[in-house]
C-alpha cells in the first residue's frame, strides 16, 4: 500500500492524457540559393530576403528563420530555414518564391524540409509497378440479348424507380429496382444504352445488365438534359448560370472559371469531359421580353457531327465535333431566321456512310457522303416574302428556296427518314382575323426538290408523319374555343390522313374522321398503325387504334401503288378504349404494345399506367398513386442489312411456328402442373370420402341393416288416369 | 335451362325444402304461408296455412307423411303433408329460427331466438308417429342453451343425439342433445354469422354459408374444414349438388346496401363452384334480389333458388350439365 502520493504510479493516466505537440515539421521550409556571406552582412541579408518574399505577398521576420553556419569558414552554408505558422503558409510561401531570381547569380529554390529527408531516404531501386487486373467492363447493350427479345421500361413513382421487362404476360416480369439517391426525372439515351437521372449535383448515367453507374456530369440544379442521336454528347441546361465557387475541383469534367454565368453545356458522354458552354442570354437582347426556352436549344445533325443553334433573328451557329469550335469560324448569317431543323438520315443514308467509313480507313473512299441538310424559315419582312431554304452543310449551298406570303408561323416536321420535309404554314387572311392552314411538302429525294401544297380551310393542332412511310396524320379543327383553352371545353377536331399519290405525285386524302376529340397522334415507330388520343382533358380520355393497311399485306403496299378503288378503304378501326386523365401516349420501340400514363406531374385523378396491345386490348393496368412517368426502352437500330429483313419476312412462317411451339410448351407445363395439382386434390378428396364411409359403414352396420333392405325395395307403379273433362255432342246436318 | 317461377308467395323466400323423393318442394316465405309445389312443372300442390308470423323454417320427414315448421309467432307446428292439417302446436317465448327432423324421423330439433331476456335455446322432440299424429308430448326430451354466441342454423348428424350448429360469431359446433354438451367447436370457421348449413346425403360432411362471403365444407365428425369458397359477397344459403362435384352458393348485398353500396348490380347470381378445385364454374342469374335459400334435389337433377324478391326459381339441369367434364375425366367421389 503507497503511503504517499507520490507513491502511486500515474505513468499509465499520464500517458492516456499527455498533450501531443505538433512535433511536425511541415511548416518548416528549406530555401537553398542564398547567397553565401560572412558574419557582417548577414543582418543586411535577412533584412534583404525578408524584403524580398514580403514583396510576394510572404510576410516572414528574420527571427523565424535559421542560417546555418559554417564556423570553421566563418561563412554561412547557402541555405535557410524558415518556420512557418502552419503548413497552408509554408505551401503558398513555396508556390510563391520557388525560382525566385534574388539576384543576377542567385535563385531561390524551396522544399519542405519534411521533403528533403524523404527525398534522400528515398528508395533508389525500380519497382515495378503492380499492373490493375483487368475487369471488362459490362456489356452496355446486353439487354438486347434477351433470348425472349423483350423490351424494357422504367416506371417512376413517388421515389421510387422499377424497371421492367415487357413481353408475353408470363414473361413480364421486374428487371431490377434501383437505389438511386432522390432525383427530379429519368431518361433515357436515344438508342438506350444509358438511363441518366437528374440530381442536384448533376447528371449521372446507368447502364449495364448490372445498372452500374456509367458517368457523371457535374452540372449543379441541371433541369433539362438532351442527348446527341448517336449518343456521343450530352446537353444539359440549368436556369442557374454556372457559378465556380471557391476550391471547387479543376479538370477537365468540371467547370472552369471562363465558363461562369453560363447554363448550357455540352460534354461528351465516354470520356464525361466538358466540351464548352453556352448562354442562353442572347446579347443586346431586351431582357424584359422573355422568351419561351426552346428544347432543345441545341439540334444535334443526325450523325453527331454538327451541333447547331440560333439565334432568332440573326444567325444560325454550327460547332464541328469533338472541337466545339464554330465551323468555318463563322456562323450562318441568316437575317430573320425563326427556327431550322436537321434533315434525318435514312438507314440507307446511315449504311452508306458507314460503309464509306470503312472504305476511308482503306484509303480508297467510294462514293461521296452525302452531306447533311437543314432546312430554315424566315418570316415575311418589309418588301420580302416569308421564306422556307433547304440547305446543304458544310458545303453551305442553298438547295432549293421557296417564298410564302400572308405567313403567321411556319413549322418544320422532317419525315424520319429524311424524305420529306412538311411545312405548315399557319397563314392569315387579308384581314388577319382568321388563320387558316398550308402544307407545303418538299420531296426531298428527288431532283430539284419538287413541293406540293396541301390546302386546307382549319387550323392544324397536330401533324405527324408516319414513320418510314408516304402518309401523314394531321389533326385539324375549326372549333371556336380553338386558341382559348377553358376547364370543362373538349375542342371539336378533325383527323385526316394522307398518303402520297405516286402516279400524280401529290399528297391526296386517304379519309377524314370528323368529329372528333382526338388532339395527339402517335404513329407506331414501324408504320402503319396508328393511336388518336385525347390527353390533357378532364372529361375525355379517348384512345382510338387503326390500322391503315387493314386489308392489302404489308409488302403489296411496299412494292406497288395502292389501286385506285381502294384508296383509302383499308383504313380500319380496330379498337377503341379508354384511359381516364391520361397524360401520355407512348409506343414500345417494336410497334407492338402502347403504354398510356396518367402523371402526377400534371394532375393526382387515378395516377397510373396501362399497356393496351395495337390493337387496343388492354394488358396491364395499374393505378397507383404519385405515379409520375413510363419510358419505353429505346432500341438501336436494327444491325440487320435489308436483305436479310427481306429474308426474315419471307420466312416469317417457319419463324413463327418456332414461337407457336414455345408458347405451346409453356402452356403445357403450365397446364400439366395444374394438373398435377389438381390431381392431387381430387386423390386427397377421395381417400377423405372412402374414410368417412367406411366410418360410416361400421356405424350403421352396428346399428343394424335392416334400414338398407328399404332401400332396395323400390316399387315402381305406373298409374294411368283418365279423366272426362266435358262432353259434348253435336249433330251434324248434312 | 329454362327455369320454372313459382310465384306463390306475397313476402321473401326463408327457406325451400325437397322432399327425399325430390318430387316436392316445400317454401316458406315471411307472407306467413308455406307452399308444397310439384317439382316437374311447378304446380302448386297446396298451401299450409296457420301460421301467424312469418315462417323461418320448414323440414320434411324423409316419408313426405310429416311437417314441421318454426315461425316467429313463437310457434312449432307439425303438419300433415298430404291434408295439410297442422297436427299440433307447440309454443314458446320466442320465435323458431330453425327446425329439422333426425334421420329416423323420430325426433324434431328446434332453435328458438333469443330475444326478451330468453336465451336461445335448442329444444328436441321426440315425434309420436302413430295414429294421426295430433298425440304429441308437450315437453321436449332435451332441451340447453348453448353458451355463447347464439345458434342461429342446425341438422342432426350422423351420429346419434350428436347435432351439429352454426353460430352468429361464425362457429360451427357439434353439441351432445342429451347432455347439452358442447362436444366440439371450431371458434373461427366463419368471421360473421352463419346463414345456412346443408349436410351431404350420408351427413358425413356439411356445407356452411356466412355472411363473411364465404362458404366452407367441414367434415362432421372432426369439424375441420375441407373446402372454403370465397366469394365477393355475403352469401345465404349454400347447398350440395348430389353426383356432382358442384356446390351452389347463393347471396348478394343486403336490400338495404343495394343503394349505397356499388354502381354495379348486386350479385344476385347463384354461382356453381367445383366442390374440389375450390374455382367458380358458373353462374345462373335471374333474381332481382338477394339469394336466400337455396335446395338441390336429392338426385341432383334440379335446384329451386328462392330470393328475396317473393320468386321461387326451379332449375331443371340440362344433359350438358351431367355431360360435360370440365376438368377432364376425374373420379370424384361424392
Same mark, same amino acid.
Given at each position: ?73 566563418? !561563412? ?6 524558415? $518556420? ?10 513555396? =508556390? ?12 531561390? !529554390? ?31 447493350? =446486353? ?23 415487357? *413481353? ?42 448490372? %445498372? ?45 472559371? @471562363? ?44 450523325? @453527331? ?23 468555318? /469560324?463563322?456562323?450562318? /448569317? ?31 473512299? *467510294? ?35 421557296? #417564298? ?8 418544320? &416536321? ?32 428527288? /431532283? ?11 387550323? +392544324? ?39 402520297? @399519290? ?59 401503288? +395502292? ?68 419510358? %419505353? ?102 | ?15 325451400? !325444402? ?71 302446436? %307447440? ?40 295414429? $294421426? ?32 350448429? *352454426? ?70 344459403? =349454400? =347447398?350440395?349438388?348430389? #353426383?356432382?362435384? &358442384? ?25 356453381? %363452384? ?14 332481382? *334480389? ?32 351431367? !355431360? ?11
Amino acid at each position: 500500500m503507497p503511503g504517499t502520493v507520490d507513491d502511486i504510479d500515474f505513468s499509465d493516466i499520464e500517458a492516456k492524457y499527455s498533450v501531443e505537440y505538433e512535433e511536425s515539421l511541415d511548416n518548416t521550409v528549406v530555401v537553398d540559393g542564398v547567397p553565401v556571406i560572412d558574419k557582417s552582412k548577414l543582418e543586411k541579408l535577412l533584412a534583404k530576403i525578408c524584403k524580398e518574399f514580403s514583396r510576394r505577398g510572404i510576410s516572414i521576420k528574420p527571427d523565424d528563420t535559421f542560417m546555418p553556419w559554417d564556423d570553421a569558414k566563418g !561563412k554561412n552554408k547557402g541555405y535557410l530555414f524558415i $518556420d512557418f505558422r502552419n503548413e497552408n503558409e509554408a505551401n503558398a510561401a513555396i =508556390a510563391a518564391m520557388n525560382d525566385h531570381p534574388f539576384d543576377a547569380k542567385h535563385t531561390f !529554390k524551396l522544399n519542405h524540409f519534411t521533403d528533403v529527408e524523404r527525398y534522400a531516404n528515398m528508395n533508389e531501386t525500380y519497382a515495378e509497378p503492380e499492373t490493375e487486373e483487368y475487369t471488362p467492363r459490362e456489356h452496355l447493350r =446486353a439487354w438486347l440479348a434477351d433470348p425472349q427479345g423483350r423490351d424494357q421500361y422504367v416506371i417512376y413513382r413517388g421515389e421510387e424507380v422499377q424497371i421492367h421487362w415487357h *413481353g408475353k404476360p408470363s414473361q413480364c416480369e421486374l428487371a431490377h429496382k434501383p437505389q438511386w439517391e432522390p432525383f427530379l426525372y429519368v431518361a433515357w439515351s436515344p438508342l438506350g444504352t444509358y438511363i441518366a437521372t437528374l440530381h442536384r449535383r448533376g447528371v449521372r448515367l446507368w447502364g449495364g445488365p448490372s %445498372w452500374k453507374h456509367q458517368q457523371r456530369f457535374a452540372h449543379p440544379l441541371v433541369k433539362l438534359i438532351d442527348f446527341s442521336p448517336c449518343e456521343n454528347y450530352l446537353v444539359t441546361w440549368a436556369v442557374e448560370p454556372i457559378v465556380v465557387p471557391e476550391g471547387a475541383p479543376q479538370g477537365p469534367q468540371y467547370f472552369s472559371p @471562363d465558363d461562369e454565368g453560363n447554363n448550357i453545356a455540352v460534354w461528351d458522354i465516354k470520356s464525361g469531359d466538358l466540351l464548352r458552354t453556352f448562354s442562353t442570354n442572347v446579347e443586346n437582347e431586351n431582357p424584359s421580353v422573355k422568351r419561351q426556352l426552346q428544347w432543345p436549344a441545341l439540334k444535334w445533325s443526325p450523325d @453527331d457531327k454538327f451541333v447547331a443553334r440560333v439565334t432568332p433573328g440573326q444567325m444560325i451557329s454550327v460547332y464541328e465535333l469533338p472541337s466545339m469550335g464554330l465551323h468555318e /469560324k463563322k456562323s450562318l /448569317k441568316i437575317e430573320g431566321v425563326v427556327d431550322f431543323e436537321w434533315c434525318p438520315l435514312s438507314d440507307k443514308d446511315r449504311d452508306e456512310a458507314e460503309k464509306a467509313a470503312t472504305n476511308g480507313a482503306d484509303g480508297r473512299s *467510294g462514293k461521296k457522303i452525302p452531306e447533311n441538310k437543314l432546312a430554315y424559315w424566315t418570316p415575311e419582312v418589309a418588301n420580302q416574302p416569308a421564306r422556307v431554304t433547304l440547305l446543304s452543310f458544310p458545303s453551305r449551298t442553298i438547295l432549293r428556296q421557296k #417564298n410564302l406570303f400572308n405567313v403567321s408561323e411556319c413549322k418544320l &416536321y422532317w419525315q424520319n427518314q429524311g424524305d420529306f420535309l412538311c411545312v405548315k404554314v399557319d397563314r392569315h387572311t387579308k384581314t388577319k382575323k382568321s388563320i387558316f392552314c398550308n402544307l407545303e411538302i418538299f420531296r426531298v429525294r428527288e /431532283k430539284d426538290y419538287p413541293v406540293e401544297v396541301v390546302e386546307l380551310k382549319d387550323t +392544324v393542332t397536330d401533324f405527324a408523319w408516319e414513320p418510314k412511310g408516304e402518309r401523314f396524320a394531321i389533326v385539324s379543327s375549326s372549333d371556336p374555343n380553338l386558341g382559348n383553352p377553358g376547364p370543362g371545353i373538349t375542342i371539336k377536331t378533325d383527323v385526316s390522313f394522307y398518303q402520297l @399519290d405516286r402516279g400524280k405525285n401529290d399528297f391526296k386524302p386517304l379519309r377524314t374522321l370528323s368529329n372528333r376529340t382526338s388532339n395527339a397522334i402517335r404513329w407506331s415507330p414501324r408504320g402503319r398503325h396508328v393511336v388518336l388520343a385525347t390527353v390533357g382533358s378532364s372529361s375525355k380520355s379517348e384512345l382510338e387504334f387503326w390500322d391503315l393497311d387493314f386489308n392489302n399485306e404489308d409488302a403489296n403496299r411496299r412494292e406497288g401503288q +395502292v389501286a385506285k378503288d381502294d384508296w383509302g378503304s383499308s383504313i380500319q378501326l380496330l379498337g377503341t378504349a379508354d384511359h381516364y386523365g391520361v397524360t401520355d401516349v407512348e409506343w414500345d420501340p417494336s410497334g407492338r404494345y402502347l403504354a398510356t400514363s396518367a402523371s402526377a406531374w400534371t394532375h393526382t385523378l387515378e395516377n397510373g399506367y396501362a399497356i393496351w396491345d395495337f390493337r387496343g386490348q388492354e394488358l396491364i393496368k395499374q393505378i397507383q398513386d404519385r405515379f409520375k412517368q413510363f419510358l %419505353w426502352r429505346p432500341r438501336p437500330r436494327t444491325l440487320l442489312s435489308k436483305e436479310q429483313q427481306k429474308q426474315i419476312r419471307k420466312n416469317l412462317k417457319e419463324y413463327s411456328r418456332v414461337f407457336e411451339e414455345e408458347d405451346q410448351r409453356e402452356s403445357e407445363t403450365v397446364n400439366t402442373e395444374l394438373l398435377a395439382h389438381r390431381r392431387r386434390l381430387v386423390d386427397e378428396w377421395n381417400a377423405w370420402r372412402a374414410r368417412c364411409k367406411k366410418e360410416r359403414a361400421e356405424q350403421t352396420g352396428q346399428e343394424g341393416a335392416h334400414e338398407k333392405k328399404k332401400e332396395d325395395d323400390k316399387e315402381e307403379i305406373e298409374v294411368w288416369v283418365d279423366e272426362v273433362i266435358e262432353q259434348i255432342e253435336e249433330e251434324v246436318v248434312e | 335451362m329454362r327455369p320454372i317461377l313459382l310465384q306463390g308467395h306475397e313476402r321473401s323466400l326463408t327457406q325451400i !325444402k325437397f322432399n327425399r323423393e325430390g318430387d316436392l318442394l316445400f317454401s316458406c316465405s315471411k307472407d306467413h304461408v308455406m307452399n308444397v309445389w310439384y317439382t316437374h312443372n311447378g304446380e302448386r300442390l297446396g298451401t299450409y296455412d296457420a301460421n301467424n308470423g312469418t315462417v323461418w323454417t320448414v323440414d320434411v320427414d324423409s316419408e313426405s307423411q310429416f311437417m314441421v315448421s318454426g315461425a316467429a309467432d313463437n310457434t312449432l307446428r307439425l303438419w300433415n303433408v298430404a291434408t295439410g292439417k297442422c297436427l299440433f302446436t %307447440w309454443e314458446f317465448p320466442t320465435a323458431v329460427k330453425r327446425v329439422a327432423f333426425s334421420e329416423d324421423d323420430k325426433q324434431v330439433v328446434c332453435i328458438t331466438e333469443q330475444r326478451m331476456g330468453h336465451q336461445c335455446a335448442i329444444r328436441v322432440f321426440n315425434i309420436n308417429r302413430s295414429g $294421426d299424429g295430433t298425440k304429441q308430448s308437450k315437453e321436449p326430451v332435451h332441451m340447453f342453451n348453448p353458451i355463447g354466441s347464439k345458434a342461429t342454423v342446425c341438422a342432426f348428424t350422423a351420429q346419434p343425439n350428436i347435432i351439429v350448429t *352454426g353460430h352468429e360469431s361464425g362457429k360451427v359446433a357439434l353439441f351432445n342433445v342429451k347432455t347439452g354438451e358442447e362436444i366440439d367447436n371450431n371458434e373461427r370457421a366463419h368471421s360473421d354469422v352463419v346463414t345456412d348449413l346443408q349436410l351431404s346425403p350420408d351427413k358425413t360432411y356439411c356445407i356452411t354459408s356466412s355472411k363473411d362471403k364465404s362458404a366452407r365444407i367441414h367434415d362432421t365428425k372432426t369439424l375441420m374444414v375441407i373446402k372454403t369458397f370465397t366469394t365477393e359477397t355475403p352469401l345465404n344459403s =349454400a =347447398a350440395l349438388a348430389p #353426383n356432382r362435384p &358442384y356446390v351452389l352458393l347463393g347471396g348478394g348485398q343486403e336490400a338495404m346496401n343495394v343503394t349505397t353500396t356499388s354502381l354495379r348490380q348486386g350479385k344476385f347470381e347463384t354461382r356453381f %363452384w367445383h366442390k374440389v378445385f375450390e374455382e367458380e364454374v358458373g353462374r345462373v342469374k335471374g333474381h332481382f *334480389g338477394p339469394i336466400n335459400t337455396i335446395a338441390v334435389h336429392p338426385k341432383g337433377t334440379c335446384y329451386a333458388s328462392g330470393g328475396e324478391d317473393g320468386f321461387v326459381r326451379v332449375h331443371h339441369f340440362d344433359d350438358s350439365y351431367f !355431360k360435360t367434364e370440365l376438368y377432364g375425366d376425374l373420379q370424384i367421389e361424392d
